[in-house]
């Protein structure tokens, strides 16, 4: 039934301002539509991120990833606007510069203003 049917990412959010200005200036992404109860921006090929505002925000999970394609030059990007990214590893994990490499993929996750942790992928 919803094997066809497109999904946009739904992220809580508790300070509309300050989500804004994180999505809008450190992201860059293009605001679609804002109301009362939420807000959705235009992202790559045709796909949507939607914030719910919602008085408890921050998750513990990633939430939303970013397929890109030079992972390093979008870490880098990040980096330079005030982005702190999340140092983590394992037994079969390798992390070089906030990036992990899993095999052919490398990955790098970050917390958003209000918490939720998003993740850049490079496949």
């Known amino acids: ?3 066809k049917a497109p999904v946009a990412p739904v992220l809580p959010v508790a300070d ?5 200005k994180f999505y809008e200036q450190i992201l860059n992404l293009r605001l679609s539509q804002a109301t009362p109860s939420g807000i959705v921006y235009h992202c790559g090929e045709g796909t949507k991120l ?14 939303a990833s ?3 394609v030079d992972i390093e030059a979008a870490v880098k990007k990040l980096k330079e606007k005030g982005v702190g990214f999340i140092e983590y590893g394992g037994r079969d994990i ?8 899993m095999g052919p993929v490398k990955a790098a996750r970050f917390r958003d203003s209000e918490g939720n942790i998003l993740e850049l992928v490079e496949r």
Do not use: C, H, K, W
Request: proline share 3%.
């Open 1 to 3: 039934m919803l094997d």
């Open 16 to 20: 509309t301002y300050r989500a804004r």
């Open 50 to 63: 939607a914030l719910d505002i919602q008085p408890e925000a921050g998750a513990e999970a990633v939430t």
């Open 66 to 68: 970013f397929i890109v």
């Open 94 to 101: 390798t992390m070089v510069n906030s990036i992990t490499r």
